[in-house]
């Protein structure tokens, strides 16, 4: 329970930031929970599924980092504090990944969250940006390159996932300044066929050709925002009751 709380508040966080545009929130607004809550997709590794294109599938216990996009995985037998999160760098092996309730497939340089699946996917690719405002000089906020990068899973990618450490994130730490900016990038995409293509009026019209009439005209009378999440996640439903699913 208090993980789907966090992770909802997470959601509503990201939500609220992405409707304020390009205006920005500080660090020294949000509590720690509030910014790993953004950060990271779940608030401690969650019991999930790798689906490789080879066939082998992982399971274990798994995240996924906005800010430094990378899947990430518990080590179930660390050799060190620090060893006990590691990332995964083969994405282009990857077919999906499951965590929790959340199916992601991979995009551009990390992975994107199917919010809407069907025959046609919508896709949500999500970056968190953070910069330290100028105070003679821009500050980092740490990293994550104490994380071992891997390619691969032994004895067929399949785990147990059995070690009972630590399982939330308190091994990455970030040091950000109380004055440093968070703002949200989303991209939207769409997944037909195991291929996925930017969400433009081409991609809607290519997908979507038996509602082409219908998709044109809503675009002329409506004028959506193809960036904004909830009006595409409702124009992709809209399109596929009227024609779309032809």
Avoid at 23 to 50: E, N, Y
Avoid at 108 to 131: H, P, Q
Avoid at 150 to 170: A, H, K, M, R, W
Avoid at 186 to 195: H, V
């Amino acid at each position: 329970m208090k993980t789907k709380i966090l992770t909802l508040l997470a959601s509503i966080l990201l939500i609220s930031f992405a409707a304020r545009g390009q205006k920005k929130v500080t660090m020294g607004d949000l509590t720690k929970q509030q910014q790993d809550s953004i950060i990271f997709a779940f608030p401690a590794c969650t019991k999930g599924t790798v689906y490789f294109k080879n066939g082998s599938v992982y399971n274990g216990k798994l995240n996924y980092n906005y800010y430094n996009p990378q899947v990430l995985f518990r080590n179930d037998k660390p050799v060190s504090p620090e060893d006990t999160l590691r990332r995964l760098d083969n994405l282009a092996d990857v077919v999906m990944i499951e965590i929790g309730d959340k199916r992601f497939v991979p995009v551009l340089s990390g992975i994107g969250e199917i919010i809407l699946d069907n025959k046609t996917s919508l896709v949500l690719s999500r970056k968190v940006n953070i910069e330290e405002k100028k105070t003679g000089a821009y500050g980092t906020g740490g990293s994550t390159s104490s994380i071992r990068s891997v390619s691969g899973f032994s004895n067929n990618g399949t785990s147990d996932g059995s070690y009972s450490g630590q399982t939330s994130f308190t091994n990455v730490e970030y040091d950000f300044a109380a004055n440093s900016e968070i703002s949200v990038d989303n991209r939207l995409f769409l997944l037909k066929d195991g291929k996925v293509s930017p969400l433009t009026k081409k991609s809607l019209l290519k997908h979507f050709p038996g509602a082409a009439d219908y998709i044109n005209r809503y675009l002329e009378e409506q004028k959506p925002d193809l960036d904004d999440v909830d009006q595409m996640r409702n124009f992709v439903n809209l399109i596929y009751a009227n024609g779309g699913r032809k």
